[in-house]
């Protein structure tokens, strides 16, 4: 059983920059891939990003050199780096870990454990 907490989010003017940061307890860290997935009002869940075990990171085309994923195993924490907001991000995001570590996998279905969500929002 693996807990997270997501931290970070807020408000943003467009163009600004956040760092969300979401925390693990629970459960050995190191094997789970680690996900961002973000729910904008009306749409359905979209992934975002992941990040595996040893730290290979996974991009959605939608974020590709906007956003940055990275993982501190000794802090139990995944960070995810985003860069050039645009009001089109806003979005509640959420983190979520996925067993299989030898999966790398954007598609919410894969994950077991999440978040309880954090808001982002910004503004034009």
């Known amino acids: 059983q693996l807990q997270l907490v997501e931290s970070g989010g807020g408000s943003v003017q467009s163009g600004g920059s956040l760092r969300l940061s979401c925390v693990a307890s629970?459960?050995?860290?190191?094997?789970?891939?680690i996900g961002w997935f973000r729910q904008a009002p009306g749409k359905e869940r979209e992934g975002v990003s992941c990040?595996?075990?040893?730290?290979?990171?996974t991009y959605a085309d939608s974020v590709k050199g906007q956003f940055s994923i990275s993982r501190d195993n000794a802090k139990t924490t995944v960070y995810l780096e985003m860069n050039r907001l645009e009001p089109e991000d806003t979005a509640v995001y959420y983190c979520?870990?996925?067993?299989?570590?030898?999966?790398?996998?954007?598609?919410?279905?894969?994950?077991?454990?999440w978040g309880q969500g954090i808001q982002v929002t910004v503004s034009s």
């Open positions: 629970g459960s050995t860290f190191d094997w789970y891939t």
């Open positions: 979520a870990a996925d067993r299989n570590f030898l999966r790398w996998s954007i598609e919410s279905a894969d994950y077991e454990y």
């Open positions: 990040i595996s075990g040893s730290g290979v990171p």
